[in-house]
């Protein structure tokens, strides 16, 4: 025996009534339901993405696994005309100058410290030993792409100059934290352009490579780093000094 069940259709401009079948209305409570169901399903998957993702959202926007390294000197030409400079001596360049160049470039270096902090390690390691700073710091800036990366060392290892590093994928050294990195790129700085052992104990893994070598302490310059610290690194201290120069020319 079919059962008939009058409803009201509310969305009618005026109120009417109609006769449907109880088949016709189990089929109506399933739709009902399906449709529930899949609405549900799509609100909790959309609550559930943000949740789980947003935070590795955060992190990849703060540290990114790579992006393209910028060009290590955006306004001066590089050239093997470019004035050359001793490698030990004092700054010419503020830290506030270092700090303001490295973010007119890059606005988010991929660092383990603030890029204040960072500038300010390079100026205690260096002046202990005697190096330049300010140039220690731009040859850094040449090394890691302005702290973008993208080469063979990432941003973890708190290796700023290349150290141990052969191409070919080798990381190269890692250090605990950035002033152990530091230093040790002062102390491999000074194994090539003196003959003075550096102030604190050696944390340079490489110093002792240097120091067997011929050019050690005799490399008094930027450009005598060329083919040295760099292979073939024909032009390497130039564009470390022309990315130095824009440092000086930044206000």
């Not at 109120?15 to 009902?32: A, C, P, R």
């Not at 290892?157 to 002033?179: D, H, I, K, S, V």
């Not at 790129?185 to 550096?198: C, D, G, M, N, R």
């Amino acid at each position: 025996m079919e059962v008939y069940l009058k409803i009201s259709n509310h969305f009618a401009k005026k109120m009417t009534n109609y006769w449907i079948n109880e088949s016709t209305y189990d089929k109506l409570k399933l739709m009902k339901t399906i449709i529930t169901t899949l609405i549900t399903t799509f609100i909790l998957t959309i609550l559930s993405s943000i949740l789980f993702f947003w935070p590795l959202t955060v992190f990849a926007y703060r540290l990114p696994l790579a992006k393209p390294a910028p060009m290590p000197n955006k306004k001066g030409i590089i050239n093997s005309f470019q004035p050359d400079l001793s490698i030990a001596g004092a700054p010419l360049a503020s830290k506030e100058q270092c700090v303001k160049h490295l973010l007119s470039v890059n606005p988010l270096p991929l660092i383990t410290v603030s890029p204040q902090e960072l500038v300010e390690i390079f100026y205690e390691e260096g002046l202990r030993e005697g190096i330049r700073p300010d140039v220690a710091f731009a040859q850094s800036l040449h090394e890691t792409g302005f702290f973008s990366y993208g080469g063979d060392v990432i941003a973890l290892q708190n290796n700023y100059a290349g150290l141990g590093t052969t191409g070919g994928g080798t990381r190269g050294l890692t250090f605990p934290e950035a002033r152990i990195g530091i230093r040790a790129q002062i102390q491999h700085l000074k194994a090539y352009s003196s003959f003075v052992l550096p102030a604190l104990p050696i944390v340079d893994p490489r110093y002792e490579l240097v120091k067997k070598a011929t050019f050690f302490g005799n490399a008094k310059t930027w450009q005598s780093l060329n083919g040295r610290w760099a292979v073939p690194g024909k032009t390497y201290g130039q564009k470390i000094l022309a990315i130095h120069q824009d440092i000086i020319k930044t206000k």
